[in-house]
DNA sequence: TAAGATTTGTTCGTATGTATA
DNA sequence: ATATACATACGAACAAATCTT
């Protein structure tokens, strides 16, 4: 993928990686129902920590956009079930 | 648990929050070896900072009365423990 | 059955920057 | 200038679930 983002300094890092991952999943860049990438590549891709990023999964998960299934990874969620958070 | 706190603006709130986290661990609300709410679960719980949390973790293993084992949790000393510095 | 790799979750330690009294 | 207190952000270690070998 041709880098999509930069950091601008007067703005947090997460809520400027939450907006990259947002629009790549608006976008279907992540398809639906596929996987995201790992913590660990979203990790080393956008040289961040592992709470930041996890600090944007968070979000991503309240808003409905994804899910997580512990040991197996985090999934992209249907756009119609947007909206409705997904417990975890 | 009922509320069993609230800040007094004329004194420091890490003062007061030790006084409350000391007494929970006398009056064994926090039963001796087990362990302590984590660093997240007490700043949500009191709407302080984490290094606040920390400023008075960092008292109460200085006193004896707790210690932390690094991606455990920290835990609650036995009585008969307490005064004996625990490294960490 | 057992062991290892992968992935997410949870926890503590540390540092920087900012604001206030 | 010092102490207090916040948010952000890095790293590291431990745990649990899943999958593969």
């Given at each position: 993928?041709s880098?999509?983002?930069?950091?601008?300094?007067?703005?947090?890092?997460?809520?400027?990686?939450?907006?990259?991952l947002?629009?790549?999943?608006e976008?279907?860049?992540?398809?639906s129902r596929s996987a995201v990438?790992?913590?660990?590549?979203?990790q080393?891709?956008f040289?961040?920590?592992?709470?930041?990023?996890?600090?944007v999964m968070?979000?991503?998960?309240?808003?409905g956009m994804?899910?997580?299934?512990?040991g197996?990874?985090t999934?992209?969620?249907?756009p119609?079930e947007?909206?409705?958070s997904s417990?975890r």
């Amino acid at each position: 993928m041709s880098q999509d983002w930069e950091w601008d300094q007067d703005r947090t890092i997460w809520e400027q990686m939450y907006e990259v991952l947002r629009s790549r999943i608006e976008q279907g860049i992540y398809p639906s129902r596929s996987a995201v990438p790992s913590l660990d590549r979203l990790q080393q891709e956008f040289g961040v920590a592992r709470v930041t990023v996890q600090k944007v999964m968070r979000i991503l998960k309240d808003e409905g956009m994804i899910k997580t299934i512990v040991g197996k990874g985090t999934f992209v969620r249907p756009p119609e079930e947007w909206g409705q958070s997904s417990d975890r």
